[in-house]
């Protein structure tokens, strides 16, 4: 059997060393690739948490005809709800320190967007429960969305502040980005209209999900 020549080692070592950087440069890159996607995944993530939803034209005195009830004489704090919204459970932190602030002058209206067929499932969700626990608290169900047509809202953990009069003193939301709890600075802001009582009207962004939008 005849040995391999020195010209055809040569080549075939050529030949491997060749596909050995082939697959040295595809696996880099593989790798480059995916870095970017998973970069631009997080930038699109972290813009979607930063992008508020459209603010709506909020009613700037309480609305007689709606069948929440105005506490006359003290602060009134209006929160609009879907429960199934992922947002709400950082809506409803920063909601309970903002009733904590407020305890002494202060009564709370959470309204949940509830569609009847939703009812039996949506009502018992953990969130539902949760706001049920706050103090000086009253939970109200909007079937069909008129209530929140009626105060001028559209977003999933937009708030409202009314003083004793029935005067709008704040509009927006209370958490800092999408879903995320802890100090920020529209929580202040609604903290100093409820220790303030007759403040300045104050709008904030809403970060939440379209009230009906989420099924």
């Known amino acids: 059997m005849e040995g391999s020549t020195p010209g055809s080692l040569s080549t075939d070592k050529k030949k491997s060393t060749i596909r050995q950087t082939a697959f040295v440069f595809l696996f880099a890159a593989a790798y480059l690739i995916w870095i970017s996607l998973l970069f631009v995944g997080h930038l699109v993530l972290y813009e979607?948490?930063?992008?508020?939803?459209?603010?709506?034209?909020?009613?700037?005195?309480?609305?007689?005809?709606?069948?929440?009830q105005?506490?006359?004489?003290?602060?009134?704090?209006?929160?609009?709800?879907?429960?199934?919204?992922?947002?709400?459970?950082?809506?409803?932190?920063e909601f309970h320190e903002l009733m904590r602030a407020g305890e002494k002058d202060s009564v709370g209206t959470?309204?949940?967007?509830?569609?009847?067929?939703?009812?039996?499932?949506?009502?018992?969700?953990?969130?539902?429960q949760r706001v049920k626990r706050i103090r000086n608290v009253t939970i109200e169900y909007d079937t069909d969305g008129s209530r929140a047509e009626t105060f001028g809202v559209t977003t999933s953990g937009h708030v409202l502040i009314y003083?004793?009069?029935?005067?709008?003193?704040?509009?927006?939301?209370?958490?800092?980005?999408?879903?995320h709890t802890g100090e920020n600075h529209y929580f202040d802001l609604a903290k100093q209209c409820i220790l303030a009582r007759r403040a300045k009207y104050t709008t904030t962004p809403v970060f939440g999900c379209a009230l009906r939008a989420v099924l």
């Open 70 to 93: 105005l506490a006359h004489g003290r602060q009134n704090i209006v929160m609009f709800l879907h429960p199934s919204c992922p947002c709400s459970e950082a809506s409803v932190d």
């Open 48 to 68: 979607y948490e930063l992008t508020p939803s459209p603010l709506a034209n909020s009613k700037r005195v309480f609305p007689q005809s709606s069948d929440v």
């Open 163 to 179: 003083d004793g009069r029935g005067i709008l003193q704040f509009t927006g939301g209370i958490t800092g980005s999408r879903g």
């Open 110 to 128: 959470v309204v949940f967007y509830m569609p009847p067929e939703k009812e039996p499932e949506w009502s018992l969700a953990p969130i539902v």
